[in-house]
């Protein structure tokens, strides 16, 4: 979806987050692609983290900005916090939340399923070298559409009922 098609999805003067409505949300799941293929090569393991980490950081960066460009007018007269201090709350939750479901939980999972299938291939009798080499990391890469939902779930939902509910952060 480009940044045109994303703006027909929201409300006038609501305008689209580019790092969410946007093919540049796909830039946290890299470090997802480079644990698929870590065994075939791993010198672009840590670079996929660095993608996918600098995504994680300019989208808090995008929130704290949006925070602190808003107009004071807007803001609900119970939230008597600063706007300082309700920049670095939306930039500390969109940080948490980026880097435990974009980067940290999905970067293990994949890693499991890699090293789980590369474990079954390897006790597999009659396998060809070349099913045995990119299975695992097809399993990696497929397994990806099928985990980021669940995982999104269950990050909003401890960080609902744990950092959010301490910060006095309403669920979205």
């Not at 979806?1 to 027909?8: G, I, P, S, Y």
């Not at 960080?159 to 309403?170: E, F, S």
């Given at each position: 979806?480009?940044?045109?098609?994303?703006?027909?999805h929201?409300?006038?003067g609501?305008a689209?987050?580019?790092?969410?409505?946007?093919?540049?949300?796909?830039?946290?799941?890299?470090?997802?692609?480079?644990?698929?293929?870590?065994?075939?090569?791993?010198r672009?393991?840590?670079?996929?983290?660095?993608?996918?980490?600098?995504?994680?950081?300019?989208?808090?960066?995008?929130?704290?900005?949006?925070?602190?460009?808003?107009?004071?007018?807007?803001?609900?007269?119970?939230?008597?916090?600063?706007?300082?201090?309700?920049?670095?709350?939306?930039?500390?939750?969109?940080?948490l939340?980026?880097?435990l479901?974009?980067?940290?939980?999905?970067?293990?999972?994949?890693?499991?399923?890699?090293?789980?299938?590369?474990?079954?291939?390897?006790?597999?009798?009659?396998?060809?070298?070349?099913?045995?080499?990119?299975?695992?990391?097809?399993?990696?890469?497929?397994?990806?559409?099928?985990?980021?939902?669940?995982?999104?779930?269950a990050?909003?939902?401890?960080?609902?009922?744990?950092?959010?509910?301490?910060?006095?952060?309403?669920?979205?």
């Open positions: 979806m480009t940044v045109a098609e994303a703006a027909k929201h409300p006038p609501d689209p987050n580019i790092f969410r409505d946007t093919p540049l949300r796909y830039c946290g799941y890299a470090n997802e692609i480079g644990e698929s293929f870590r065994y075939q090569y791993p672009f393991v840590a670079p996929s983290y660095a993608v996918a980490f600098g995504y994680c950081f300019a989208d808090a960066a995008s929130n704290v900005y949006q925070v602190m460009a808003e107009d004071s007018e807007k803001v609900a007269v119970e939230d008597a916090r600063s706007r300082e201090m309700r920049a670095a709350i939306a930039g500390f939750d969109t940080l939340w980026q880097g479901a974009s980067v940290a939980i999905p970067g293990g999972v994949i890693n499991l399923i890699v090293r789980a299938s590369r474990f079954a291939v390897a006790r597999t009798v009659g396998l060809p070298v070349f099913a045995a080499k990119w299975l695992p990391t097809a399993a990696g890469i497929c397994s990806i559409p099928l985990i980021i939902h669940p995982i999104d779930d990050v909003d939902y401890m960080l609902d009922n744990t950092t959010r509910k301490a910060l006095g952060i309403n669920a979205p």
